[in-house]
């Protein structure tokens, strides 16, 4: 034989088993990626429509998770890269795309079973652990084909001394029929919906939702916000919101409608802080409700601005717009300084509202500027644009708009809403 072939054929030999055993398999390289990236939302019961905890479920999608990650469609993350880094940002790294791009161009092995990462823990039907669950009293019917004013319901927490907050979660049972749920806390002495019965659910006129909306956005205080594709709402470490005692819960639904009735029975789950906080999370709101936006218009711009009324933390983002919302910038400018991009969300996807988490929260003084700016495209070439040829205005349904950017800040334990703004 000759001596180069029969020297090939050893080192053949001897390399061949490391090459294989080079190639990523599932249980030992992709899964691991899969429970700390994806499973949250790609497990049974949750918003995702397909489970990926297990070699079976996951083989038949390999192809296709190859493709969604390589393009960075998921997991779903829309923060422009230039600006600020956020501790709940779920991208891959690009070492984990190339090992999922491997695996898949080796055939998707499935490797041993031995080698597997041990299961996450999920809470059973949660996000959370929670301590306490507000369950609606009765389902609520939405009929096929309707439009349905926001409904809000009122629910007694019975608590008897202060409790402070840790992790809040909003589960809609029909998740396709809720367009999103926000809610308050109505403390001691509000007049806020004082003569609608407790666990009765409530539509307002057109007249008493402009009124409630006004009243809500300077006096009560915002516990959780649920849209498509949000998670639970958890505190960092130390921090926690408040429910004063006696004080109740406002639920507030909007829900949108399908082609068959169906019916929805929301719970409430809340995990406590067994002692009191360093800090208290308040959650605020600015926003616009003049604009006009006009018919084919491509790139409409509102803004809305206002200064801070004393020294506050700030924690998270979260901007909210409806199907004609493109991109939505957070800007902040010292006094006498120059604007800095917090957050650059382009492109928006009302369908994937995210919360977005500051990795090192940010001193917000007294005097500091904020500037919300939103770009809508009322255009034919947006393709979940209702109705191009309408002149678009402030509106509760998804077929009209919003524009509001909710920001969490952290402040002293003892500062409510009402004390944070007095301090202008």
Known sequence: MNPF??????????????????????????LPILQKHCQACHRTGEIAPM?????????????????????????????????????????????????????????????????APAPVHW????NISPDIIFSMPEPFRIPSKATIDYQYLIIPTHFSMDRWVKAVEIRPSDRRVVHHAVLYVREPGSTWLRNVPPNTMYAPSPTDTEALRLTRETTADILAIYSPGAQAT???????????????????????????????????????????PKARILTLQMGSDSFVIPPGEPDHRVSVSGTMPRDAVLLSLFPHMHLRGSE????????????????????????????????????????DRLTWIAHF????????????????????????????GFFDIAVEPDVDKARFFAAR
Request: with cysteine; net charge negative.
């Open 5 to 30: 072939l029969a020297a090939l054929a050893v080192w053949t030999a001897i390399t061949a088993p490391i090459v294989a055993e080079s190639s990523p398999v599932f249980y030992k390289d992709v």
């Open 328 to 367: 939505f910038e957070f800007l902040l400018t010292p006094p006498g300084g120059t604007p800095e991009t917090l957050l650059d969300v382009k492109p928006y996807d009302f369908f994937w509202q995210l919360d977005y988490q500051l990795e090192t929260p940010r001193t917000l003084h007294r005097g």
């Open 234 to 276: 958890v505190c960092p470490p130390g921090m926690a919101k408040k429910i004063p005692a006696g004080s109740d819960l406002v639920l507030q639904l909007h829900y949108t409608s399908l082609d068959t009735a169906t019916r929805d029975q929301s719970d409430i789950g809340i995990a406590m802080m067994a002692d009191d």
């Open 123 to 126: 809470e059973e039907g949660w």
């Open 377 to 404: 495209d009322n255009s034919a070439n947006n393709p979940g644009n209702p109705d191009p040829a309408a002149a678009v205005r402030w509106g509760e349904q998804s077929w009209q708009e919003m524009m509001i």
């Open 51 to 115: 489970p990926l905890t297990n070699f079976g479920e996951v083989r038949p999608w390999a192809k296709d998770i190859r493709e969604k990650v390589t393009l960075r469609k998921m997991p779903p993350w829309f923060a422009n890269p230039r600006f600020g880094h956020f501790a709940n940002n779920p991208s891959l790294t690009p070492d984990e795309i190339r090992i999922i791009q491997s695996w898949v161009e080796a055939g998707s092995p499935e490797g041993a079973t031995t080698e």
